[in-house]
């Protein structure tokens, strides 16, 4: 779909929340259908509400916040604790899994913390699939990857995290400026992302139509 237009025009409806399992199923097929055959796997949608991107060179309106360096070396070293990993392996990684590990909006802000710092340019896969990091933790993420953090990553599952729509227009932002461009899965299921989050993938879509989009 060279200029967007017919993804944007499946999208426009879906402008009033919520978004019930059977909208969402909806939206699926109109993006089928509006998708030639064939192109490359760029965004799934399905039950609740995944993504999967390819090489995003997309711009958004809602800019990812520069991280305040205001994580103490406390926090940095009670935050290795908890996911159980050291700062060796995570600096060698290819991929981490931290999964229903608790960790909060703070804790993600801590993390992203250590990713800008660390850069972990190794880093793959990171999944942290069932916590709780939210719009703040994810807005802070986004900010560490949009300033060169995790540059490698090609897959990031951050379903059931208590994301809303706030965090995905960081998080699209980030993408939209060239963060982790091998990104090939992205995974936001089971969040809280409602019609403002699709209308921020929307208007990335027809100010700079990505690759391909697949249901």
């Known amino acids: 779909v060279p200029d967007g237009s017919a993804i944007a025009a499946a999208l426009t409806p879906l402008a009033e929340p919520p978004l019930p399992g059977a909208m969402l199923r909806d939206l699926s097929s109109r993006i089928h259908r509006a998708v030639p055959a064939g192109e490359p796997r760029l965004v799934y949608l399905s ?6 991107i390819d090489s995003p060179t997309n711009q ?7 991280l305040e360096d205001d994580v103490t070396e406390e926090e940095v070293a009670a935050f290795y604790r908890k996911v159980c990993s050291s700062a060796e ?7 981490l899994t931290w999964r229903n590990k608790g960790l909060t909006s703070r804790e993600g802000e801590v993390m992203a913390h250590i990713f800008a710092t660390e ?31 995790l540059a490698n ?17 960081a998080l699209v932002g980030a993408l939209g ?11 936001l299921n089971s969040n809280k992302i409602g019609s403002p989050g699709l209308e921020a993938l929307a208007d990335t879509l027809r100010q700079n139509p990505l690759p391909g989009l697949q249901a």
């Open 47 to 52: 039950g609740a509400l995944d993504y999967c």
């Open 177 to 187: 400026r060239g963060a982790a461009p091998p990104l090939q899965w992205l995974y």
């Open 119 to 149: 850069r972990l340019s190794h880093l793959q896969h990171l999944s942290l699939e069932k916590n709780r990091i939210g719009d703040d933790g994810l807005d802070a993420l986004a900010g560490a990857m949009a300033g060169g953090a």
């Open 60 to 66: 958004s309106s809602a800019p990812p916040r520069v």
């Open 153 to 169: 990553l090609t897959r990031l599952t951050l379903t059931d995290n208590a994301v809303g729509d706030a965090g995905m227009a």
């Open 89 to 95: 392996e995570v600096r060698t990684a290819t991929k």
